[in-house]
């Protein structure tokens, strides 16, 4: 039940020049339906690879058996908090989801899609009006995805630079790089939530030094788990997910001319370019002993539910390998499942959606640029960048 296998360091993870991390960890499937890796961690460590989607969403089910709680982030640094409510078990989970849940409810994000769709606009009128070709994750992908996150946190444009590079840093850098972006990443949510506390203003950080749980102020370090979480999470996902659209839209020129003729197919093929593009890894940790499908896992052990794995299984989608715009009941895991779901799934879906949208009405048939390559890498969080676009 050994395999050698590694979101990181498999053929085909990166970087790599016009590579497929998702075609490459599709093949996860010609395997048992669950193996065991020795190193498919960022540190090195093992973990048990599920590769059915129906065993993936038992385990994220499970809440019970297996938890949530490892630290990725605060591990980093030699500490043990947990980002909230990522790395919480219930009941506690459901406490801070529920404080959280209406920031990011499909409500909020209707109020918040008139500025998302300006954003949209005013980027790739600048893009389209300046040359015709462009950096796609520079000039559009982060610009966009990370300003509609800062907005929501409250915080200044002319940081989006930097704190694009903390992220990348963080979820693609190694060793020292990587432990410096995440001392960094506390260091300034502690300094935003001490501003906050003296001078509130109507903004997320605000709520959350403000808010209560179970009749109490929440504690710094609390403050601190969700703030990063939030953070980290608005610094690359997005953003890559609408990468990897827009290559995929560069290199089939026939998709591409069916969403401009049918623009209402947009929000459909955005579902299946997540399935067929997921970025994340999902890891839980074993609570108790338990024979799973036949894998011998013991307490303590990892388990991986990787999101591009799952959305690959032949026994969930037909012809899984295959990208078809048109898919109906795309029962895809990109935003996890269970309890553990993604808070901001409803605000992913409709930037992705919106950025599609303007793109393809503001800027002519479009291809990756002659003697260019974009570089793609595995990893806990996918990635793509050097994605440039020529429209001349």
Not at 54 to 62: E, G
Not at 238 to 251: E, N
């Amino acid at each position: 039940m050994v395999r050698d296998f590694s979101l990181f360091t498999s053929p085909g993870m990166g970087p790599t020049p016009d590579g497929d991390p998702h075609a490459a960890v599709a093949c996860a499937h010609d395997a048992p339906s669950i193996f065991y890796s020795p190193n498919n961690t960022r540190d090195g460590r093992g973990t048990w690879v599920i590769t059915r989607a129906k065993d993936q969403r038992r385990v994220l089910h499970d809440t019970a058996t297996f938890s949530s709680h490892r630290s990725i982030f605060a591990s980093a640094l030699g500490e043990n908090w947990p980002m909230i409510p990522l790395e919480l078990d219930p009941p506690a989970h459901g406490i801070f989801r529920s404080l959280l849940n209406p920031l990011l409810s499909p409500k909020r994000v209707m109020v918040l899609e008139p500025a998302i769709r300006e954003r949209a606009i005013v980027l790739i009128d600048g893009i389209s009006a300046a040359s015709t070709s462009c950096d796609v994750m520079t000039d559009f992908a982060f610009p966009f995805a990370v300003n509609i996150f800062l907005r929501f946190l409250g915080l200044p444009d002319e940081r989006l630079d930097t704190f694009v590079g903390w992220g990348k840093d963080l979820l693609h850098g190694e060793g020292v790089k990587r432990t410096a972006a995440a001392r960094t990443i506390v260091a300034f949510i502690d300094d935003l939530a001490a501003v906050r506390r003296k001078e509130p203003t109507d903004d997320f950080m605000t709520f959350i030094v403000e808010a209560k749980v179970d009749g109490r102020s929440l504690t710094d370090e609390e403050v601190r788990g969700i703030g990063v979480l939030v953070f980290v999470a608005g610094l690359d996902t997005v953003a890559t997910a609408i990468g990897f659209d827009l290559a995929y839209l560069a290199r089939n020129p026939k998709d591409q001319q069916l969403l401009r003729r049918e623009p209402d197919r947009i929000g459909l093929a955005a579902e299946e370019l997540l399935r067929a593009y997921s970025t994340v890894q999902m890891i839980r940790v074993a609570k108790k002993d338990i024979d799973f499908e036949g894998a011998p896992i013991r307490k303590g052990d990892y388990i991986s539910c990787a999101t591009m794995i799952a959305n690959r299984d032949p026994a969930e989608f037909e012809n899984p390998n295959t990208i078809d715009l048109a898919r109906e009941d795309n029962r895809h895991t990109a935003f996890a499942y269970g309890p553990h779901r993604c808070l901001g799934s409803h605000l992913a879906r409709r930037e992705i959606v919106i950025g599609l949208e303007e793109w393809l009405s503001r800027i002519p048939d479009f291809r990756i640029k002659e003697d260019t390559a974009p570089i793609t890498y595995g990893g806990h969080v996918f990635g793509i960048e050097n994605l440039i676009l020529d429209w001349s």
